[in-house]
């Protein structure tokens, strides 16, 4: 209990400094995002809690492919096939699960494709995003990432979390 009040206290402070976030952000949804997810974020509040997300608006989405690497040459025709549309982005974007940084390194590799651009989150918070094909991205609002996966959400990728990782 008393990790939660200290979380608990720390959303309070994000919520009065970032007003954009508290009028969608109900103690009720603070308090189930602390309870399902308490390790988000290596101890730095998240951007937004994921349970919170009820309205997603794509503003800009470009599809990016790292030609020059080594893995791209075993890659090339997989990352041609891979196509996320708006659609698919806000249904990843509405079950994607948090993580830290490390959690993400250690258990996704990388592949040489993936999307980028920005979006609006319930009608007021703008960011800016990265998706991989390799189930993993993040959310980014100034210096501030939030680092995603979809462990079960393999119909969207080309790789998943690694085998030799899985618990």
Same mark, same amino acid.
């Given at each position: 209990?008393?990790?939660?009040?200290?979380?608990?206290?720390?959303?309070?402070?994000?919520?009065?400094?970032?007003?954009?976030?508290?009028?969608?952000?109900?103690?009720?949804?603070?308090?189930?995002?602390?309870?399902?997810?308490?390790?988000?974020?290596?101890?730095?509040?998240?951007?937004?809690?994921?349970?919170?997300?009820?309205?997603?608006?794509?503003?800009?989405?470009?599809?990016?492919?790292?030609?020059?690497?080594?893995?791209?040459?075993?890659?090339?025709?997989?990352?041609?096939?891979? $196509?996320?549309? &708006? %659609?698919?982005?806000?249904?990843?974007?509405? #079950? +994607?699960? @948090?993580?830290?940084?490390?959690?993400?390194?250690?258990?996704?590799?990388?592949?040489?494709?993936?999307?980028?651009?920005?979006? $609006?989150?319930? &009608? %007021?918070?703008?960011?800016?995003?990265?998706? #991989? +094909?390799? @189930?993993?991205?993040?959310?980014?609002?100034?210096?501030?990432?939030?680092?995603?996966?979809?462990?079960?959400?393999?119909?969207?990728?080309?790789?998943?979390?690694?085998?030799?990782?899985?618990?």
């Amino acid at each position: 209990m008393k990790l939660y009040r200290v979380k608990l206290v720390q959303l309070v402070a994000v919520l009065v400094a970032s007003p954009a976030l508290s009028v969608h952000l109900s103690i009720s949804q603070a308090t189930t995002c602390l309870n399902s997810r308490p390790y988000v974020c290596d101890g730095v509040q998240p951007i937004i809690c994921l349970d919170s997300i009820h309205v997603i608006e794509v503003v800009t989405m470009e599809y990016q492919q790292d030609e020059d690497s080594v893995l791209s040459s075993n890659r090339v025709d997989e990352c041609r096939k891979w $196509i996320l549309t &708006d %659609t698919i982005i806000r249904q990843l974007m509405k #079950n +994607a699960m @948090s993580v830290t940084s490390e959690e993400q390194h250690m258990g996704y590799g990388w592949e040489p494709c993936w999307y980028v651009g920005t979006m $609006i989150i319930n &009608d %007021t918070l703008q960011v800016t995003y990265g998706i #991989n +094909a390799a @189930s993993h991205g993040w959310l980014k609002k100034d210096t501030v990432y939030q680092y995603l996966v979809w462990p079960n959400q393999m119909q969207y990728f080309i790789t998943g979390k690694d085998e030799h990782e899985a618990d």
